[in-house]
């Protein structure tokens, strides 16, 4: 396992405020199952299709039309609480959410608040090389997606797009252990990271297919103590609901606005009220939404239509046999077993897609080398040209052109040269050498002339470097340049040596 350090969180200072204040954030991470189906019914959670094409008469809230549940859905529920080292709740239940909106055509949501599916599970937030914070999980549940109103494409009509209702969420609900804005965004990263390697939820924020709502409060010093003594959220300020954020800018900023209004308040002898607000990003400020609704106000109660959800330990440990290798075990197995820094680590276990691609490359070479090569070389090329790497260079090509750099066949410099011919034709990389001429000069003696008749030229030169070793590295650089960069460059160091201090 990594060798971690644990911090505990720090208080986040507000410039300009009367007094020192912390905040307290928890979340609500919406995560749209990945099925092919939705949670009650058959129909489609394909993104993108016309308006109101993937919808059921279930979906649509036709008389007579009752719900039946999506077994997969159920089970990526389960992979992900797993995945959380959560508690899994072998019977849970489905209650109604009962609330008008345009787009809800059966007038409630289904839901679970009494009985969720997953109970009390933790994540460790990366804060930075060897640094980790514990945020726990109170809950997994299960839930219908709501539809979509577009108010855009008409001055006089709003439109209804029902293709998301009733698609399969998963709400994770946090404790209020997240301290900083900063922590709030690596808290959501990480989550994501998560999901998308157990294939629960690809993800994708600019879809909505991830959303986060951020509960905001703030309390002086020592409160925040108080209430992990005693759980009683009477120690903390009354907070607000930041809803619906899809970008961990914004998740950011929105929190700093908010704790700073937050505190205005208070530090002016007024009280803040609990509610839901919305961030604008624009005039990057929250504003009120609607007054935050308790449990009560949703009129909760049991779906007579479904029964309760009994699932067998034996079926959850047939699950959990399926686990892929998460984010932490793979940092740490990297860092072992190829002997690359954390950072480089972080980086090639960030997606599940580019860890596969550097241990692909890698075979049977240098780890350390490859992490370099993948990170700099095809991980650059690649978010500039906006592809994964795969698309770019395919793992075994990556893999033959760090071959012939080992094997002292081609130099680092040549290898870029050839990464980007073959980027551009697709050749294998051997044949790209072999046409192009590229093959190191490893010939001590081809070497040697080449150095001869640059001493020769510049004996003015050669005394300079006599008297300071440091400018034998102009000799180095000639040398390089006169055999085209296809010298040896090992070779070129040795024999440049043994001519100045001959």
């Given at each position: 396992?990594?060798?971690?350090?644990?911090?505990?969180?720090?208080?986040?200072?507000?410039?300009?405020?009367?007094?020192?204040?912390?905040?307290?954030?928890?979340?609500?991470?919406?995560?749209?199952?990945?099925?092919?189906?939705?949670?009650?019914?058959?129909?489609?959670?394909?993104?993108?299709?016309?308006?109101?094409?993937?919808?059921?008469?279930?979906?649509?809230?036709?008389?007579?039309?009752?719900?039946?549940?999506?077994?997969?859905?159920?089970?990526?529920?389960?992979?992900?609480?797993?995945?959380?080292?959560?508690?899994?709740?072998?019977?849970?239940?489905?209650?109604?959410?009962?609330?008008?909106?345009?787009?809800?055509?059966?007038?409630?949501?289904?839901?679970?608040?009494?009985?969720?599916?997953?109970?009390?599970?933790?994540?460790?937030?990366?804060?930075?090389?060897?640094?980790?914070?514990?945020?726990?999980?109170?809950?997994?549940?299960?839930?219908?997606?709501?539809?979509?109103?577009?108010?855009?494409?008409d001055p006089n009509m709003s439109f209804v797009d029902l293709n998301r209702t009733g698609v399969a969420l998963m709400e994770i609900v946090s404790r209020p252990d997240i301290r900083?804005?900063?922590?709030?965004?690596?808290?959501?990263?990480?989550?994501?990271?998560?999901?998308?390697?157990?294939?629960?939820?690809?993800?994708?924020?600019?879809?909505?297919?991830?959303?986060?709502?951020?509960?905001?409060?703030?309390?002086?010093?020592?409160?925040?103590?108080?209430?992990?003594?005693?759980?009683?959220?009477?120690?903390?300020?009354?907070?607000?609901?930041?809803?619906?954020?899809?970008?961990?800018?914004?998740?950011?900023?929105?929190?700093?606005?908010?704790?700073?209004?937050?505190?205005?308040?208070?530090?002016?002898?007024?009280?803040?009220?609990?509610?839901?607000?919305?961030?604008?990003?624009?005039?990057?400020?929250?504003?009120?939404?609607?007054?935050?609704?308790?449990?009560?106000?949703?009129?909760?109660?049991?779906?007579?239509?479904?029964?309760?959800?009994?699932?067998?330990?034996?079926?959850?440990?047939?699950?959990?046999?399926?686990?892929?290798?998460?984010?932490?075990?793979?940092?740490?197995?990297?860092?072992?077993?190829?002997?690359?820094?954390?950072?480089?680590?972080?980086?090639?276990?960030?997606?599940?897609?580019?860890?596969?691609?550097?241990?692909?490359?890698?075979?049977?070479?240098?780890?350390?080398?490859?992490?370099?090569?993948?990170?700099?070389?095809?991980?650059?090329?690649?978010?500039?040209?906006?592809?994964?790497?795969?698309?770019?260079?395919?793992?075994?090509?990556?893999?033959?052109?760090?071959?012939?750099?080992?094997?002292?066949?081609?130099?680092?410099?040549?290898?870029?040269?050839?990464?980007?011919?073959?980027?551009?034709?697709?050749?294998?990389?051997?044949?790209?050498?072999?046409?192009?001429?590229?093959?190191?000069?490893?010939?001590?003696?081809?070497?040697?002339?080449?150095?001869?008749?640059?001493?020769?030229?510049?004996?003015?030169?050669?005394?300079?470097?006599?008297?300071?070793?440091?400018?034998?590295?102009?000799?180095?650089?000639?040398?390089?340049?006169?055999?085209?960069?296809?010298?040896?460059?090992?070779?070129?160091?040795?024999?440049?040596?043994?001519?100045?201090?001959?």
């Amino acid at each position: 396992m990594l060798d971690l350090t644990y911090e505990t969180p720090k208080p986040k200072v507000i410039a300009g405020a009367k007094h020192d204040w912390e905040l307290v954030i928890g979340m609500e991470v919406h995560a749209q199952v990945s099925s092919n189906a939705k949670l009650f019914s058959g129909a489609s959670t394909a993104f993108g299709a016309e308006p109101n094409s993937n919808v059921a008469f279930v979906d649509s809230a036709m008389p007579g039309m009752l719900p039946v549940i999506n077994e997969y859905c159920v089970e990526q529920a389960v992979r992900t609480g797993l995945g959380l080292n959560a508690e899994i709740h072998l019977k849970s239940a489905f209650d109604r959410k009962n609330y008008f909106y345009p787009d809800l055509p059966q007038g409630y949501q289904i839901s679970q608040l009494y009985e969720p599916i997953v109970g009390e599970g933790e994540i460790l937030v990366d804060m930075g090389p060897g640094v980790a914070r514990l945020v726990r999980v109170e809950r997994i549940h299960l839930e219908q997606d709501a539809g979509k109103s577009v108010h855009d494409m008409d001055p006089n009509m709003s439109f209804v797009d029902l293709n998301r209702t009733g698609v399969a969420l998963m709400e994770i609900v946090s404790r209020p252990d997240i301290r900083g804005p900063e922590e709030a965004a690596a808290y959501v990263t990480k989550m994501r990271q998560i999901l998308r390697y157990l294939g629960t939820c690809d993800g994708n924020m600019q879809n909505g297919n991830l959303r986060a709502d951020v509960n905001v409060s703030i309390c002086r010093p020592g409160q925040y103590e108080k209430y992990m003594e005693t759980q009683d959220f009477s120690h903390l300020g009354t907070r607000c609901e930041i809803k619906n954020m899809n970008s961990m800018r914004f998740i950011q900023a929105a929190i700093e606005y908010e704790a700073r209004r937050q505190i205005a308040i208070v530090e002016a002898g007024g009280t803040v009220d609990q509610e839901t607000r919305l961030y604008d990003p624009d005039k990057n400020e929250t504003r009120s939404m609607r007054s935050k609704e308790e449990a009560h106000d949703y009129r909760y109660f049991p779906d007579p239509d479904l029964l309760p959800l009994e699932i067998e330990q034996g079926w959850v440990d047939d699950i959990a046999k399926t686990l892929p290798e998460l984010p932490d075990q793979k940092k740490s197995r990297f860092i072992k077993d190829y002997g690359v820094t954390e950072y480089d680590a972080s980086v090639l276990t960030a997606e599940v897609d580019l860890a596969d691609y550097f241990e692909a490359s890698v075979g049977k070479g240098d780890g350390k080398k490859t992490a370099n090569w993948v990170i700099n070389e095809v991980l650059g090329r690649a978010n500039k040209a906006e592809v994964r790497p795969q698309e770019l260079v395919a793992p075994e090509a990556n893999a033959a052109i760090l071959a012939m750099v080992a094997s002292d066949e081609i130099s680092t410099k040549i290898a870029k040269d050839v990464l980007e011919i073959h980027i551009e034709t697709k050749d294998d990389p051997a044949k790209i050498v072999e046409e192009k001429g590229l093959k190191q000069v490893t010939d001590t003696g081809a070497i040697e002339a080449a150095l001869d008749e640059i001493i020769a030229a510049n004996p003015a030169q050669v005394e300079k470097a006599k008297q300071n070793p440091k400018l034998a590295g102009w000799f180095v650089g000639q040398v390089m340049k006169a055999t085209g960069g296809k010298a040896n460059p090992k070779a070129v160091n040795q024999l440049v040596a043994q001519k100045l201090n001959g």
